[in-house]
């Protein structure tokens, strides 16, 4: 059991973790909150008006579109589960956490990070499918196949979210309570651990590394094939429309993964708090709101559904 601290006024007992957060109360804090704030409202928006256009309009029924619709699920997801706690701290000056919700908040964020790295490399495999073998689209990018992959993108992450969460609460909180982070991160609340957690850090890592390098080895592999069927076109109106599908995919690759490795699988002696807690504002808050950006920009398809909800509203 997580005991961060002891109150034994009128015999109750306050286990909550603090966080630090990511502001002061400074004028130069305040507006640099506005501006998180208002990123996280258009990271809302943006994904939740993808969500929308995807279901609404015949034409982005294909899996291309129904597996982008599940990655702005889970990015709402993801920025819902860090900033609004964030928020409230900051707006009403308490830094408060039970353990509860620190567990909620591990386990949430690990299970649609894992999902997402996953959902990229089935976006990567239709894209595959579509270039390569694109007579047999139909067939091997069906719907089963489309949900097995989608609903496995969500098991696998909520697997690693569920063990990495319950590993880390089951840890004694005897010292320090304070966690330097704007939300409980896992890495961040086992170094506050009064036990030896070296062997959990380390299958952590390893984890970490899994989660990372399989989807990311399909997405390299499938992106390989595409860059040989491309090469291979002879017509350069197909190889234009090749790169312009599969440029908006990559972009969110680069921007999801580049983050993440720069997070996890730097060494120890080349990390500082402050810069964690910067790469963990970019990566669950400012690349959330990018990727309905550059669908939308970049696809002729979303910017047409747009167009006609603009006419028939």
Known sequence: MCTAMYTYANNTTDINFILLGLFNHTQTHLFL????FMVFL???MGNALLIVLIHEDPRLHMP???LLSQLSLMDVMLVSTTVPKMAANYLMDTRSISPAGCGAQIFLFLTLGGGECFLLAAMAYDRYVAICHPLRYPILMNQKLCLNMTTGSWILGGV?????AGTTLSFPYCHSREINHFFCEAPSLVRLA??????FEFSMYVCCILM???PLSI????YSLILAAVLNMRSTAARK????TCSSHLAVVGLFYGTLIFTYMRPKSYRTVAHDKVVSAFYTIFTPVLNPLIYSVRNKEVKGAMKNIKKNT
């Open 33 to 36: 909150f506005s501006m998180v």
């Open 42 to 44: 258009s990271s809302l």
């Open 64 to 66: 291309m579109y129904f």
């Open 160 to 164: 690693d979210g569920l063990m990495q």
């Open 194 to 199: 009064c036990a030896d957690t070296t062997f």
């Open 212 to 214: 990372l390098l399989i």
């Open 219 to 222: 997405i390299l592999a499938s």
């Open 241 to 244: 429309k090749a790169f312009a």
